[in-house]
Nanobody
Framework: QVQLVESGGGLVQAGGSLRLSCAAS??????????MGWFRQAPVKEREFVAA????????YYADSVKGRFTISKDNAKNTVYLQMNALKFEDTAVYYC?????????????WGQGTQVTVSS
């Protein structure tokens, strides 16, 4: 099993910043088996890909809507990934989920965290 625990959400004004964290653990978790990503789901919308990172070489991938504003990073020693969110917009309001993907396809498969709410006030 794989456990993902997110933290760092909250309420912020438009233009502000937040940093999300996701700590991975579990009997079957290993950095070689799972790539890590962030998704989000706003009310009455489908869950969408936000960003992803490779444990091995640090390659990063972003949705067009967050490029230049969000940065995904990792700490291999802590099995933790981060999502630094700057210049937040009202439309970034959503529940953000950490994802451990065994396929590196970013298709929304694998394990999920419980989600953390990000609310951006306009």
């Amino acid at each position: 099993q794989v456990q993902l625990v997110e933290s760092g959400g909250g309420l912020v004004q438009a233009g502000g910043s937040l940093r999300l964290s996701c700590a991975a653990s579990g009997r079957t978790f290993s950095r070689s088996r799972y790539a890590m990503g962030w998704f989000r789901q706003a009310p009455v919308k489908e869950r969408e890909f936000v960003a992803a990172i490779s444990w091995s070489d640090g390659s990063t991938y972003y949705a067009d809507s967050v490029k230049g504003r969000f940065t995904i990073s990792k700490d291999n020693a802590k099995n933790t990934v981060y999502l630094q969110m700057n210049a937040l917009k009202f439309e970034d309001t959503a529940v953000y989920y950490c994802n451990a993907d065994p396929t590196s396809s970013w298709a929304g498969v694998g394990y999920w965290g419980q989600g953390t709410q990000v609310t951006v006030s306009s």
